[in-house]
């Protein structure tokens, strides 16, 4: 039976290609039109696995997705790397010259906003989703209006892309988690990276001092964010992500850490994708 698999958007987006390139074993897709839906869907048990951006090379961390994990209690079991590649697809027939409306992600009219300065008559349009446009382009039939989206969103709604690999900077990665309402999914020797979220006290080095337990202990910081505590004006969490070489060490880290911190909590170990 395949595993069901929420995203946040539809077929033919970057998290339906993620699931394509991280999950080995069959799995059906469960569409969500928000992040929200998503993590509904995994507490409602209708999903067994989630998929959320978290951070984008150009645009930086997707922060309300911190609290979402954080707050839902889910657990990272895994982490996916996309190279994102912005094309402009219509209406199979239409030609560039025909296009009127570009509508898509507002993510994507961001990172795609020096080619369009070439076309000040061409108005931009924000939407919820890249493959959602080129979906509603095959289904109304729209002439004049264009989509930014994936390749695959090409290939599933029959459009034809009139330009490709748009986006400004060419070198676009993003980097999604893999979430699940329990936690361990591989065995200790194969975890080699872990996200962690703690509270300091208010006081002069307290982050200092974390950070150099962690480096004491041979744990790389690969990521750190700060968000602030609702609850307490002017205090603020940090989410660090860390590698290791052998699990042991991070042991001996949230060994230390537990004793130091008295609000500390690891949000998922598992395997680190960018090797």
């Known amino acids: 039976m395949p595993i069901k698999v929420a995203i946040q958007g539809i077929k033919g987006s970057n998290h339906h290609q993620v699931a ?25 048990k209708k ?26 209690n889910l657990h990272i079991i895994g982490e996916q790397y996309l190279n994102i ?29 020096e080619f369009f300065k070439d076309y000040p008559d061409i ?16 289904e109304l039939k729209l002439g004049h209006v264009a989509a930014i989206a994936p390749k695959v969103a090409s290939e599933l709604y029959g459009l034809d892309i009139v330009a490709d690999n748009i986006q400004t900077i060419k070198n676009n990665s993003t980097r999604f988690i893999i979430v699940k309402t329990k936690n361990k999914e591989i065995p200790k ?27 004491d202990c041979n744990l ?15 205090k603020y969490a940090f989410f660090v992500d860390v590698t290791f070489g052998v699990y ?23 395997k680190n994708a960018m090797l």
């Not at 020797?189 to 962690?214: C, P, Q």
């Open 20 to 44: 394509k390139d991280y999950f080995d074993e069959e799995f059906e897709l469960l569409e969500c039109l928000s992040f929200d839906a998503v993590v509904d869907q995994l507490l409602q």
């Open 47 to 72: 999903a067994d696995k989630g998929i959320m951006a978290i951070e984008n090379s150009i645009a930086g961390s997707i922060i309300p997705n911190y609290a979402l994990v954080y707050q839902n």
């Open 85 to 113: 590649h912005h094309n402009l697809m219509v209406l199979k027939g239409q030609k560039f010259e025909d296009i009127k409306e570009v509508s898509s992600h507002p993510m994507a009219l961001l990172q795609c906003k």
């Open 123 to 138: 108005r931009l349009v924000e939407d919820v989703d890249t493959a959602e446009t080129a979906k509603r382009i095959q």
């Open 189 to 215: 020797e194969e975890i080699n990276k872990a996200s962690v979220r703690f509270i300091t006290d208010h006081k002069r080095g307290s982050l200092a001092t974390v950070l150099n337990v962690m480096s």
């Open 220 to 234: 790389n910081l690969t990521k750190i964010q700060s968000l602030p505590v609702i609850e307490t004006p002017w």
């Open 248 to 270: 042991s060490d991070f042991e001996k880290a949230k060994s230390l850490l537990n004793i130091m911190l008295e609000d500390i909590k690891i949000l998922g170990e598992y």
